[in-house]
């Protein structure tokens, strides 16, 4: 299949700070994105669908001015988390859709390996 | 809004043995239904998926599932599991009528399955 990398696996901060992850692409053109959480034990929540070029769309109850989601081109979409807090901490994972029309794999979702955030 | 159940939590099982995992959905109309497995320390990976046709459907490593549509069930199956089978799986659901919203998954808690040698 195809190769979605998430950036950075893990990262520790500081409460109050700012942490971006990045999904990438690598080896195909995704034009949705999707970012979701993973509490432990629990099930993956969607937080927000992003299109590439356009806002994202966020899912209710998900602030979206704490969770910054950029998708500047096919092959990249970033989550930022603004002014982190340790409720924050959880594992955040991508998923890529490939475009639908040619490539390799047309309307295929691929995950990412996800990001565990860990606030201080 | 659509929801996905899973009811098992945590399985043992030693190698031989079969395995079903129990999926059940929510929603009002239909769906197309989706196993995917994490091994540890991998990412998720497709087990295999129902969009239509043939309610049973064979995916990779020899499991397969089976959508029973007055159940909305769709439980995952292998007659024999092997210790490299230990896995956490997750049975998702996404409406089949998409209205801009890509392949907007719903996802169960996920069962974490450890097969003993």
């Known amino acids: 299949g195809a190769v979605v990398s998430q950036h950075p696996s893990w990262v520790i901060c500081k409460s109050g700070t700012s942490v971006k992850i990045e999904c990438r692409s690598l080896d195909f053109q995704a034009t949705t994105m999707f970012w979701y959480r993973q509490f432990p034990k629990q099930s993956l929540m969607l937080m927000a669908t992003s299109n590439e070029g356009s806002k994202a769309t966020y899912e209710q109850g998900v602030e979206k001015d704490k969770f910054l989601i950029n998708h500047a081109s096919l092959t990249l979409s970033t989550l930022t988390v603004t002014s982190a807090h340790p409720e924050d901490s959880s594992f955040y994972i991508c998923s890529a859709r490939a475009e639908t029309s040619g490539g390799r794999f047309p309307g295929e979702l691929f995950f990412g390996e996800g990001s565990r955030l860990t606030v201080l | ?117």
């Open chain 2, 1 to 117: 809004a659509q929801s996905v159940s899973q009811h098992n939590h945590h399985v043992i099982l030693s190698e031989a043995a079969s395995l079903e995992l129990g999926c059940n959905y929510s929603y009002g109309g239909t769906v197309n239904l989706f196993w995917y497995v994490q091994y540890p320390g991998q990412h998720l990976q497709l087990l295999l998926k129902y969009f239509s046709g043939d309610p049973l459907v064979k995916g990779i490593k020899g499991f397969e599932a089976e959508f029973i549509k007055s159940k909305f069930s769709f439980n995952l199956r292998k007659p024999s599991v092997q210790w490299s089978d230990t896995a956490e799986y997750f049975c998702a659901v996404t409406p089949k009528i998409l209205t801009g919203g890509g392949n907007k998954l719903t996802f169960g808690t996920g069962t974490q399955l450890k097969v003993e040698l």
